[in-house]
């Protein structure tokens, strides 16, 4: 879209909510990793597996904690975020340094609920940056390629044992510093007298546009039947990777495979080549290609379920990261898409990981249970389960385009991501136009037309042409950042808009006959 600016510029900007995702991302597969290697020590493979399940259902304590105080408790985030840093810490030397297995239980379940906690506020600052922008699934896929190099470098180049822990524990204090720190900043913001939130443009916290939207009760209602199909739909992809992660988890028990050897690497491949996918077209092709990802993982497991050969290890890897990688962009791009349309913004950007980690640890114990029956009806049967669960939830939604939008309110809802529930039912727009106005024209009409003043048509310019800050714009302008504040909150009253990307979309839209 010609005035939401390139991908490069998205992407610069949100550099540090990228970083802080990607090392939630390498620290909890990194203290998963740790948590099978010592617990293997112990317990039996098929057992590694049930343990690692139930620590990793333990992180939704830590993922819901922090919304909740979000909303609920505010003034005691910052002494939990340090309680919590203390506590990770500790559990992580814990894992390393625990001779019994109770200790080493106790202390993959405390380091996983504090990622949990880290990973929530990841999460949810992803989402206020990227999620109104056209390139959310790159992001996403970004900051997941990033963490997974950083995991397989660790592995495959650093010395086992104290080096490579040592990298596991500088990443995670450095993960708690920058989330701690990037909410400084918001607080700073938030605390000048003269900051207008809506000239943010990409914090859903602040607008509540949520909290707007949900005041139709058409509209609620849609919410609510998009988030049922869309949380059934990753229970079920969740289930076909829970099953094979279970499988791959009992051969790396028993020595047979390396999960973070180079097949690794394919977890970067295949979520880079989702991000570009599913941004294609507004997002039109994310539910058909998640599909045919999840049907090929599906039909894969069934077949390795029933060969009971053990020789496919390898096949069984390759099949398991390419499809993650692909799932893992799918759930975090859906979720923190919707999240522009909750109420409580901050709960959903980080429920496409809560599901999956509820339903890896109820799906875990079947899987291991079938895979050591070598059942084939069961195998079928459980198969055919998750292929006709997944086909019903993501193709439901075929035929409608993402970039079909509906205004409520002046909010626009992308029906991709509410499942065409509110699809348009209004006539076909008039065509723009033939003689296309150039920038200058359109610029001088529109400051015309809303009767702008001379300082609110530069700083209008600056908007909708340049890929430039806020703060960058005010130091080209010789503004201070609130002046500036107060001059885009003008222009919005002007022009009836609620934020700096719906003026730039009303900018380019706009007509002179209007």
Same mark, same amino acid.
């Given at each position: *879209?010609?005035? *939401?600016?390139?991908?490069?510029?998205?992407?610069?900007?949100?550099?540090?909510?990228?970083?802080?995702?990607?090392? #939630?991302?390498?620290?909890?597969? /990194?203290?998963?990793?740790?948590?099978?290697?010592?617990?293997a020590e112990f317990v039996s493979p098929n057992e590694v597996v049930?343990?690692?399940?139930?620590?990793?259902?333990?992180s939704v304590i830590g993922f819901f904690v922090r919304p909740i105080l979000y909303y609920r408790r505010p003034h005691a985030i910052d002494a939990t975020s340090d309680i919590t840093g203390v506590l990770l810490v500790a559990a992580l030397l814990l894992l390393i340094m625990a001779a019994q297995v109770e200790v080493v239980i106790v202390g993959g379940l405390v380091a996983c609920c504090a990622?949990?906690?880290?990973?929530?506020?990841?999460?949810?600052?992803?989402?206020?940056?990227? @999620?109104?922008?056209?390139?959310?699934?790159?992001?996403?896929?970004?900051?997941?390629? *990033?963490?997974?190099?950083?995991?397989?470098?660790?592995?495959?180049? *650093?010395?086992?044992?104290?080096?490579?822990?040592?990298?596991?524990?500088?990443? @995670? &204090?450095?993960?708690? @510093?920058?989330?701690?720190? @990037?909410?400084r900043a918001k607080l700073r913001d938030e605390s000048d007298p003269n900051f207008e939130p809506s000239a943010a443009g990409l914090s859903v916290d602040a607008l509540e546009y949520g909290a707007k939207w949900h005041d139709d009760p058409e509209a609620k209602a849609a919410f609510r039947r998009t988030v049922v199909r869309l949380t059934v739909a990753?229970?079920?992809?969740?289930g076909v990777f829970a099953a094979l992660n279970a499988d791959l988890t009992t051969l790396y028990a028993t020595g047979a495979v390396d999960l973070g050897d180079w097949p690794r690497l394919l977890l970067v491949v295949s979520s880079l080549a989702a991000g570009a996918l599913f941004d294609l077209h507004d997002r039109s092709y994310m539910n058909i290609g998640m599909t045919c990802v999840a049907m090929l993982s599906t039909l894969s497991f069934f077949v390795l379920i029933i060969d009971g050969n053990g020789g496919n290890e390898l096949a069984a890897m390759i099949i398991f990261y390419l499809g993650s990688? #692909?799932?893992?962009? #799918?759930?975090?791009?859906?979720? /923190?898409?919707?999240?522009?349309?909750?109420?409580?913004s901050y709960f959903w950007p980080c429920m496409g990981r809560v599901?999956?980690?509820?339903?890896?640890?109820?799906?875990? /114990?079947?899987?291991v249970a079938i895979i050591s029956s070598q059942n084939v009806l069961v195998a079928v049967g459980a198969a055919l389960v998750m292929f006709v669960g997944i086909a019903i939830t993501l193709l439901g939604q075929l035929g409608q385009r993402a970039d079909d939008v509906v205004m409520q309110d002046g909010l626009p809802l992308a029906t991709d991501?509410?499942?065409g529930d509110l699809a348009p039912t209004c006539s076909d727009p008039e065509p723009v136009e033939a003689a296309e106005l150039t920038s200058d024209e359109r610029l001088d009409a529109f400051v015309a037309t809303f009767e702008l003043t001379e300082r609110e048509r530069d700083i209008l310019e600056a908007l909708v042409v340049?890929?430039?800050?806020?703060?960058?714009?005010?130091?080209?302008?010789?503004?201070?950042?609130?002046?500036?504040?107060?001059?885009?909150?003008? &222009?919005?009253?002007?022009t009836g808009t609620a934020s700096r990307v719906a003026l730039i979309n009303f900018f380019w839209s706009w007509t002179p006959n209007d």
């Open positions: *879209m010609r005035g *939401m600016g390139d991908t490069t510029a998205y992407l610069r900007r949100g550099i540090r909510e990228i970083i802080c995702l990607a090392l #939630f991302s390498f620290t909890f597969l /990194a203290c998963e990793y740790l948590f099978d290697v010592r617990m049930i343990y690692e399940s139930l620590v990793l259902g333990a990622l949990g906690y880290c990973g929530s506020t990841a999460h949810a600052n992803f989402a206020r940056r990227f @999620a109104r922008t056209p390139c959310l699934a790159r992001a996403a896929a970004l900051s997941y390629a *990033m963490g997974v190099l950083v995991q397989v470098f660790n592995h495959m180049a *650093m010395p086992v044992g104290i080096p490579q822990q040592a990298v596991l524990g500088i990443c @995670a &204090i450095a993960q708690v @510093a920058l989330l701690h720190g @990037a909410r990753t229970a079920y992809l969740s990688g #692909f799932f893992v962009v #799918f759930f975090t791009t859906k979720f /923190a898409a919707i999240s522009l349309y909750a109420r409580w599901v999956n980690n509820v339903c890896s640890m109820l799906v875990t /114990a079947p899987a991501d509410l499942g340049s890929d430039q800050s806020v703060q960058d714009i005010a130091t080209t302008l010789f503004l201070s950042r609130s002046t500036l504040y107060r001059h885009i909150s003008s &222009i919005n009253k002007k």
